[in-house]
Nanobody
Framework: QVSLVESGGGLVQPGGSLKLSCVAS????????VGWYRQVPGKQRELVAL???????NYADAVKGRFTISRDYAKNTLYLQMNSLKPEDTAEYYC??????WGLGTQVTVSS
């Protein structure tokens, strides 16, 4: 069973940047979509960015132009580069493979 571990979260000022990483304990099967979701207390988990099995990237409207998703299959790692962060980006961020396998999350807090 492959497990996912996110890292890279933290406290950052508005306008700052963070890069999240998600390391899989085994090979990431390219047949599945891989992506990042986020969740704040009391709200549903929402899609942030996705790489489809066909290699296309999809982004939530709220993060387009600011966030970039990428993957390194050789390192079994998924990344999320987050620039121009806003307070409304504050959330727990989760990586996923196929929306079936999930990591435990990493907290991102954007505040002055």
């Amino acid at each position: 069973q492959v497990s996912l571990v996110e890292s890279g979260g933290g406290l950052v000022q508005p306008g700052g940047s963070l890069k999240l990483s998600c390391v899989a304990s085994g090979r990431i099967n390219s047949a599945y979509d891989v992506g990042w979701y986020r969740q704040v207390p009391g709200k549903q988990r929402e899609l942030v960015a996705l790489i489809t099995s066909a290699g296309r990237t999809n982004y939530a409207d709220a993060v387009k132009g600011r966030f970039t998703i990428s993957r390194d299959y050789a390192k079994n790692t998924l990344y999320l580069q987050m620039n121009s962060l806003k307070p409304e980006d504050t959330a727990e961020y989760y990586c996923t493979i196929g929306s079936v396998l999930w990591g435990l999350g990493t907290q991102v807090t954007v505040s002055s």
